[in-house]
């Protein structure tokens, strides 16, 4: 499992509140089979409505770190929407708050979900937008984010920092890798042993 303590790249300012599921990923899209593909659908209604929206915007194609604002994430608690975000690229999210489901899906997925205080948002979107090519970095060993030469506090449950910089993110892959402990352990279940 991969060890994530810092992320770096530049980032895609979307700085509004109350983004829900939906509007990240519209729910016609989640009868796929896989998640291959969604990332092309990521925001997709709110950019045919929205000439103008971020990520459309040249500028942005290569970002892979997201701000947002309060709540980001709110409504179904649809795996779908991490899926689409990590399918466009993006690698890690800073924003106010998060609903909780959705915070949980992007730890599970190796997505870190750091928040911010409004004013630091509010400086990294103008920076973002004044300057696009420049890189941030999400550090998660000292829970700060750079921009240039500032730096900013972040924030993040400490369950969740411990799992994205030890590589224990992965339940599946944990539980994958634990397959004879597994084994073992059911052969020894008396009420398991009797399907065997």
């Known amino acids: 499992m991969t060890k994530i303590e810092s992320i770096t790249g530049t980032g895609i300012p979307l700085l509004l509140d109350d983004i829900d599921t939906d509007r990240i990923i519209p729910a016609r899209f989640l009868r796929c089979v896989t998640f291959e593909g969604l990332g092309e659908h990521a925001f997709e209604d709110d950019r045919i409505q929205d ?71 509010e400086i990294l979107n103008r920076e973002i937008q004044d300057h696009p090519d420049q890189e941030l970095t999400v550090d998660l060993t000292t829970m700060k984010i750079r921009c240039g030469d500032q730096e900013f506090d972040c924030t993040l449950p400490e369950n969740a920092r411990a799992a994205l910089i030890s590589g224990t993110y992965d339940f599946l892959a944990q539980l994958l890798k634990s397959e004879s402990e597994i084994k073992e352990r059911a052969a020894s279940v008396p009420y398991f042993t009797s399907f065997a």
């Open 51 to 121: 000439p103008d929206h971020p990520f459309d915007k040249p500028q942005y194609q290569n970002a892979s770190i997201l701000l947002g604002g309060r709540n980001f994430g709110c409504g179904s608690s649809r795996e779908h929407a991490p899926q689409s975000l990590i399918r466009w690229g993006i690698k890690a999210i800073i924003a106010e708050s998060y609903a909780e489901i959705f915070f949980g899906n992007c730890t599970s997925l190796g997505v870190p979900a750091v928040c911010a205080p409004r004013e630091t948002l």
